[in-house]
């Protein structure tokens, strides 16, 4: 079955880029029914859409972070990546990725990543 | 795009019915057929158990069911139990590909 693994570092100095890798295994990326997010869960809180890419590397981006967000994808390493810019405390989170069928096949977020730990802190 | 918004807390014993409300705007719960709830335990990733306002994915339990109206979506848990005991969160389509989550509403199983 189809599984995603979030990679990279644990520890980002304020005012740096955070990135992020997310691995897909058993199933393509490539596949025209789902998009392929990032959401993130500071210590504590809620969860926050970050944005999402399709395949053909058209991406989405939380209005709240798009200025400091980049997503892309490598459909021949079947994985896609997040940048997060000028990262701050409050910054710090589990980021997870997800598969997100597509709006007219489920729109919902069907299969997620274990998640990953990012403290930003000098 | 504002979070959605879900009690912080709700309660119930074993076997009991529980409902958590999710408010959202025109522009998001009640523009669109496509809010998911999530079960989440502590230290794990969430759990899919709605999408499109009613549907369950296979797997998850019938107790767990969805419905919406006007601009809030529920999420009514049946004959709960001790393993229902979770952070739970609303998810809506807000449009132009993007989405938005609720705060998120940990039940307790007295």
Redesign the interface.
Known sequence: QLQLQESGPGLVKPSETLSLTCTVSGGSISSSSY?W?W?RQPPGK????IG?IYYSGTT?????LRSRVTISVDTSKNQFSLKLSSVTAADTAVF?CAR??R?GY?????I????TMVTVSS | ?S?LTQPASVSGSPGQSITISCTGTSSDVGS?N?V?W?QQHPGK????MI??GS?R?SGVSNRFSGSKSGNTASLTISGLQTEDEADY?C?S?AG?????????TKLTVL
């Open positions: 998009y997010d959401i809620g969860l926050e859409w999402n989405y981006y939380n209005p709240s997870y997100h069928v709006p489920g729109g919902a977020f069907d997620w990543g274990q998640g | 795009q979070a669109y496509l998911s999530y990733a969430p759990k899919l999408y499109e549907k994915p969160y998810c389509y132009s590909t993007t989405s938005v989550f609720g705060g998120g």
